[in-house]
């Protein structure tokens, strides 16, 4: 995808689909969004990361860096592939993911498929399986015979296993390779319906049109496939605890700051590596979507590190990141890199050079533009033209949601500045993006339904609710992909014939 060129999308998480079976997936319902996007003139499709959730059903704090989500897995291909019957299901709620429910039924769904393959496919399917294992094996067969731990331990920390298994002795792992071997082919033949969805949305996508956006989170969660697998990656004690841990400052938002307690990298050793992990992880990124945000950019040039044991983040010290010299042992490998860096919050000279420097655009909220003057740095003229402009992310309130927040000054400015009100300030937001410089303009959905703070996504620092925003078609009707496609066509975004102007 040429990050150059004037293009608009709409963000929304594959979770967030409506669906039969408790949470959006890869079925008929992305092909449906798919189909939605274009008519509304739309080429871009953000994600959220797509890797396995975590602690709080967060996208954000996954078992693996590589590895997809199984709650993603859309059951009806396996239906028709004869691998699983039909299934009675649950009366979910079709407007909110309840994890605690959903993803036992679906694992339990899963298992069922993944035995009817080994019992009934083809030889061409078993070759297609066998294939696939072979070309991911790098990172697959130490995620699988994570996952293979885990699971009769329920879960437990990886620190906490057999010292054979948590120090990785290569008898301990042969004998535990021997002895989970049915359950690594099982977490094997999820991971293989992963990419194969993915892989066919992506390329139904692509005819239309249409370019999938992923989201690559900067760190790794502790008890990850990935910190087990390589603890010398990491600033590790020999018990295998974090040493120091990732996180922000104190500031405007919060005075104990955020320690999010990810272990953080030892860029020396991987510096001695030529940033081989790093690079794979980014071509694998690559092989299921067009572009890719990194969240979290500032923390290449500088970040934050915080004592392994502070409760918060008011102890902590800024260390130098790695820089340019990441970025390019990752473009000698793999060629130019189509990343979006977001570039949000303590934001140094450093980090705006490293990004220009590598020629990533930044991004640009909307909703920050408001509390300051005419020349604040979100406000539309401003933005550059490497840049992409958001009426907010994930991690924002909708706009509406912001309106009925906003004070007093907060609305008469962006009212003057927008010739807007209550009724119609989400489409004021949306065309402010598209008709900006910014070569690219991204809108949650929740924005272009103009809905409030009901239907937010997440709240970041809470804990519990979140990520399980769902939509319905009966929400969406004709109207808003009409106007999304008006603004969208005459900002220079999308097909002029969708003006439909009087010859």
């Given at each position: ?354 990004r220009d420097g590598c020629g990533f655009p930044g991004m640009k909220i909307l909703q920050f533009a408001f509390g300051a003057e005419g020349d604040h740095e979100f406000l539309p003229h401003m933005w550059p033209r490497a840049a992409v402009a958001y009426t907010g992310t994930h ?35 949306i065309r402010a993006c598209a008709n900006s410089v910014a070569n690219m303009a991204v809108y949650p959905l929740q924005d272009v339904l103009g809905f409030d703070s009901a239907h937010r996504m997440n709240v970041p620092g809470v804990l519990g609710g979140n990520w399980g925003w ?34």
């Amino acid at each position: 995808m040429n990050l150059n060129q004037r293009a608009s999308g709409v963000l929304l998480h594959i979770t967030s689909l409506p669906g039969p079976h408790g949470m959006g997936d890869f079925g008929p319902d992305a092909y449906r969004f798919v189909d939605w996007l274009q008519s509304a003139g739309q080429s871009i499709w953000q994600l959220l990361p797509t890797t396995p959730i975590g602690p709080g059903d967060s996208p954000y704090q996954g078992v693996s860096a590589f590895a997809g989500s199984q709650w993603m897995v859309a059951l009806e291909p396996l239906v028709a592939k004869g691998w699983l019957a039909a299934p009675a299901v649950p009366d979910f709620d079709a407007r909110h993911v309840d994890y605690g429910r959903v993803t036992p039924w679906r694992e339990q769904q899963l298992r069922a498929a993944a035995a009817g393959f080994f019992e009934r496919a083809t030889d061409a399917d078993r070759r297609a399986f066998a294939a696939w294992c072979l070309a991911q094996q790098s990172w697959l067969d130490d995620y699988t015979l994570f996952m293979a731990i885990r699971s009769p331990l329920n879960g437990q920390p990886w620190w906490t296993w057999e010292d054979g298994l948590k120090r990785r002795d290569p008898k301990a792992l042969a004998t535990a390779r021997k002895q989970y071997a049915d359950e690594i082919a099982f977490w094997q033949f999820v991971q293989w319906q992963f990419d194969e969805q993915i892989g066919a949305l992506k390329a139904y996508a692509n005819a239309r049109g249409v370019h999938i956006m992923g989201d690559l989170p900067i760190f790794v969660a502790h008890d990850s496939a990935d910190c087990w697998s390589r603890p010398d990656l990491y600033y590790l004690d020999d018990d295998f605890q974090t040493t120091v841990v990732a996180g922000v400052p104190p500031d405007d938002l919060g005075p104990l700051g955020q320690r999010w307690g990810n272990p953080l990298y030892r860029w020396d050793r991987m510096a001695a590596e030529n940033y081989a992990w790093w690079t794979a992880r980014v071509k694998r990124a690559l092989s299921q979507a067009d572009v890719f945000r990194i969240d979290h950019f500032r923390g290449f040039a500088g970040y934050y590190e915080i004592p392994g044991d502070s409760p918060d983040a008011k102890r902590g010290e800024w260390k130098v990141g790695p820089g340019m010299a990441l970025f390019e042992a990752i473009k000698a490998a793999l060629g130019e890199l189509p990343i979006v860096a977001e570039d949000l919050g303590f934001i140094t000279d450093d980090v705006h050079e490293l990004r220009d420097g590598c020629g990533f655009p930044g991004m640009k909220i909307l909703q920050f533009a408001f509390g300051a003057e005419g020349d604040h740095e979100f406000l539309p003229h401003m933005w550059p033209r490497a840049a992409v402009a958001y009426t907010g992310t994930h991690d924002n309130d909708t706009v509406r949601g912001w309106w009925n927040q906003a004070s007093p000054r907060e609305r008469a400015f962006v009212g003057s500045y927008l010739a807007c009100g209550e009724h119609d300030i989400h489409w004021a937001m949306i065309r402010a993006c598209a008709n900006s410089v910014a070569n690219m303009a991204v809108y949650p959905l929740q924005d272009v339904l103009g809905f409030d703070s009901a239907h937010r996504m997440n709240v970041p620092g809470v804990l519990g609710g979140n990520w399980g925003w769902r939509f319905q078609w009966d929400w969406v009707g004709s109207e808003p992909a009409r106007v999304l496609g008006l603004i969208t066509a005459a900002s220079g975004r999308g097909p002029f014939e969708l003006l439909k102007l009087p010859c």
